[in-house]
């Protein structure tokens, strides 16, 4: 099993920046590919970024790139995501995803652990 518990949600103007963190704990937590999804009400929960194990391999979404900055510390087991040039239609709840490789992530029913989400509100 993986615990993931997500902080750094809140609300930013348009413009601004915020950053998430992701811990990640469990016996082979470490192994796996982790990442980030957001949900609005009544949408079905989209793929954002995603890291490998070791952090040398990184997928960002199309809407995100060159804005949002997927990271991870090794050492803490623990997964960023540094939220860039904020857009009103980043407003969504966040979860942190673990899953076997960072392809997995491109298909939802691939992940088998998930965080209890996070508030993100961009204020235009």
């Known amino acids: 099993q993986v615990q993931l518990v997500e902080s750094g949600g809140g609300l930013v103007q348009a413009g601004g920046s915020l950053r998430l963190s992701c811990a990640a704990s469990g016996r082979t937590s470490s192994n796996y590919a982790m990442g980030w999804f957001r949900q609005t009400p009544g949408k079905e929960r989209e793929f954002v970024a995603a890291v490998s194990w070791s952090g040398t391999s990184t997928d960002y979404d199309d809407s995100v790139k060159g804005r949002f900055t997927i990271s991870r510390d090794t050492a803490k087991n623990t997964v960023y995501l540094q939220m860039n040039s904020m857009l009103p239609e980043d407003t969504a709840v966040y979860y942190c995803?673990?899953?076997?490789?960072?392809?997995?992530?491109?298909?939802?029913?691939?992940?088998?652990?998930w965080g209890q989400g996070t508030q993100v509100t961009v204020s235009s």
């Open positions: 995803a673990a899953a076997g490789s960072v392809w997995y992530m491109r298909v939802l029913s691939s992940v088998p652990y």
